[in-house]
């Protein structure tokens, strides 16, 4: 895991000197200046998904904290404009429902109702929505027992059994979209919300960059805070290694 680091992350060279150390974080300055200028826009604009779509980056490649107040902002954007009770866009939808839960707001399952038919159960014609359907599934794993309406857990389980279920069956179909079928392939594994923050990181980094909707900006600032954040954890190792030395003998 550190060859494959040093090999994503080639802003490593020289962090580890003083001089390198406030170049590098001037740079990072620089990056977040514009990462959150990126999640204005699009707060000013209104346009949920891309809102959702960067604070879900921002999470996933472990750079969030760096945006705190930003991201609250964002969210409360998203919460007064109500934009998950018009859309139709399953992944926008189930997206900013994880989103939400995520930073301890609440909203219904009944956001997904329009989804369902008649008899309750998850419409077919989602079953060919990948991106949809991974949404909905990440989504699945943050539905809590003993909701105020008892139906509402049913919904998630639902939510879950219906999204694996097609996400299984349409992995023959995107084989040629290599970075779709990863996420799948991951996500089916081991969702978001229960993976290791730094491993996360590390992880989706490969795979954003291989994203073409990706945003630059905040692909080289998760590069380089990766690395700076490792810089400092490998001084702490050596100073604690000098100090154990120090009691030998």
């Not at 839960?101 to 989602?126: P, V």
């Not at 978001?192 to 905040?218: C, G, K, T």
Request: aromatic share 6%; proline share 1%.
């Amino acid at each position: 895991m550190a060859r494959a680091a040093h090999r994503i992350f080639e802003h490593g060279d020289g962090i580890g000197n003083s001089i390198g150390h406030e170049s590098y974080a001037s740079q990072l300055e620089g990056l977040k200046q514009n990462v959150s200028i990126a999640l204005v826009v699009s707060s000013t604009k209104g346009d949920a998904c891309s809102i959702l779509k960067l604070i879900d980056s921002m999470q996933r490649l472990g750079v969030a904290y760096h945006f705190e107040k930003e991201i609250q902002a964002a969210i409360g954007t998203l919460v007064s404009s109500r934009n998950a009770s018009t859309t139709t866009d399953l992944q926008t939808v189930a997206l900013q429902f994880r989103i939400l839960r995520q930073h301890g707001i609440s909203i219904s399952t009944d956001l997904f109702n329009k989804f369902r038919n008649g008899e309750g159960s998850f419409k077919d014609s989602l079953s060919n929505d990948v991106e949809g359907l991974l949404s909905l599934y990440e989504a699945s794993h943050l539905g809590m027992p003993g909701e105020d309406v008892v139906v509402s857990s049913d919904v998630m389980e639902e939510a879950k059994s219906f999204s694996s279920k097609n996400l299984k069956q349409s992995m023959s179909t995107i084989l040629n979209d290599d970075n779709l079928l990863k996420r799948v392939e991951k996500s089916l594994e081991t969702p978001v919300h229960w993976r290791m923050p730094r491993i996360e990181a590390i992880d989706f980094i490969s795979m954003y960059q291989r994203d073409d909707s990706s945003n630059l900006a905040l692909l080289e600032l998760a590069k380089l805070d990766y690395n700076l954040v490792q810089s400092v954890h490998q001084k702490e190792i050596k100073e604690l290694s000098r100090q154990d030395t120090s009691y030998i003998g």
